[in-house]
């Protein structure tokens, strides 16, 4: 198994540009989550998703979209990027609620 | 906002045991522990979660107080690669599935 994978491992954003960060699971995991850490802080949670079909906003959902079209596969949409998205993001799955979490390598995006 | 409260940093010295505190005063009777740790940007790793019994794995030792308002982490034989930050957890999202993180502790492991 992979485990969770995420695409790209960096990327540098001009203002205003929109971007896909891809994330996917091997391990038929139900639940899925994106997290944002900013230098020194703990992460905090963009969006998750319980199942294909269905999706949520976290702490900080503003600025991103997300969709769950297979079990698989959870892409976070970045529309006009910003200095303040300027962040490492991460991507974890669970089989069940409240489960163990397995998080992927993280995306280290900048915005300038 | 996390519920629970981690020193900012700990030291130890390798193969000794590490004993990480938490404090979580407001927990409900249905929340768990959770630990995680992040080695240097990496992504979290799972360590360990209990509800109101010790746990122990392969990894870590939890230990929950009675009253369940503080807890500790034990990795028995500390190595240089256990050198992290430790997040000790307590409260998911409402709807009962995603992690709330607070800053952690950052345990450094020295020879």
């Known amino acids: 198994n992979a485990g969770v994978t995420q695409t790209p491992k960096f990327r540098i954003l001009k203002i205003g540009q929109s971007m896909t960060l891809q994330c996917t699971q091997d391990?038929?995991?139900?639940?899925m989550y994106w997290y944002r850490q900013d230098p020194g802080m703990g992460l905090k949670l963009i969006y998750y998703?319980?199942?294909?079909?269905?999706?949520d906003k976290g702490e900080v959902p503003n600025g991103y979209n997300v969709s769950r079209s297979t079990t698989e596969d959870f892409p976070l949409r970045l529309e006009l990027a910003a200095p303040s998205q300027t962040s490492v993001y991460f991507c974890?799955?669970?089989?069940?609620?409240?489960?163990?979490?397995?998080f992927g390598p993280g995306t280290r995006l900048t915005v300038t | 906002d996390a519920k629970t409260t981690q020193p900012p940093s700990m030291d130890c010295a390798e193969g000794r045991a590490a004993n990480l505190p938490c404090n979580h005063s407001?927990?409900?009777?249905?929340?768990?522990v959770y630990w995680y740790r992040q080695i240097h940007s990496q992504g979290p790793q799972y360590i360990i979660h209990?509800?109101?019994n010790n746990e122990t794995n392969e990894m870590a030792s939890l230990i929950i107080t009675e009253d369940r308002k503080s807890s500790t982490l034990i990795l028995p034989h500390a190595t240089l690669r256990d050198t992290a930050v430790y997040y000790c957890?307590?409260?998911?999202?409402?709807?009962?599935?995603?992690?709330?993180f607070g800053k952690g502790t950052t345990l450094s492991v020295s020879s």
């Open positions: 974890a799955s669970s089989y069940l609620q409240g489960d163990e979490q397995y």
């Open positions: 391990m038929n995991h139900n639940y």
């Open positions: 998703s319980v199942g294909a079909g269905i999706t």
């Open positions: 407001t927990i409900s009777g249905n929340e768990y």
């Open positions: 209990g509800l109101k």
């Open positions: 957890i307590v409260n998911l999202n409402q709807a009962g599935t995603a992690l709330i």
